[in-house]
C-alpha cells in the first residue's frame, strides 16, 4: 500500500537511468560546460600534466588566511592563492598530482611547506588547491598524491609551470 503522496521515484541527473530533457528544458538552461578559457593558468597546466604510480594515501587538510604572506619553511611567502602544499618529508620544490577520490578531481601542487601537524594527516593544501579539489568547504578530505610523469617530447603533456605563461 502506498501513502497518498506518493508520486513515483526520480532518477537524479547523470545516472543511467535518467532522461534527457526536453527541447524546452534544454532551451531554458544554458549549458554548465566548464572551458579551458575560464580556467587560471595554473589550473590549466594541472589539467594537462599526467600522473605516475601513487606515492601516498591519507587525509588532507587545508590552510590559508592565517598564514597568508607568512614565511614557509623554504623560505619564500605563503601565498594562499597559489597551489602549494605542505609534506613532512617530501623535498621542497617535489610537484605532486593531489587526487581527491570523493569528488574526482586533481590538482598539481608544488611542496613548499613542512607539515601538517594534525595527528593522522599526510598534507595540508593551500586555500587555492583546496577549492581546486573541492575539499575546502569540509576542511578535511581522503586524497592521493601521485607522482608527476617527466615531459613527453612530443607535446602531449606539460609538467612545468614555465609553460603556462607564469
Known sequence: MRCSNYSGF????GTR???PPTDAEAEAKPDA?????????????AKLVRAGRDLQKG???WYGPGFHGRTTAN???FDMYELTAAHKTLPFGTRVVVHNPRTGKD???RINDRGPYAKG??????KAAASALGLKSRGHDAVVLREVLPASRDGEMIA???????
Open 160 to 166: 612545468t609551470s614555465a609553460s603556462a605563461g607564469e
Open 10 to 13: 526520480k532518477t537524479r541527473l
Open 17 to 19: 537511468d535518467a532522461e
Open 75 to 77: 623560505g619564500e611567502k
Open 59 to 61: 587525509m588532507a587538510s
Open 33 to 45: 560546460v566548464e572551458t579551458r578559457a575560464s580556467l587560471s593558468p595554473k589550473a590549466r597546466v
Open 107 to 109: 590538482v598539481v601542487v
Open 121 to 126: 594527516r599526510i598534507l595540508d593544501l593551500s
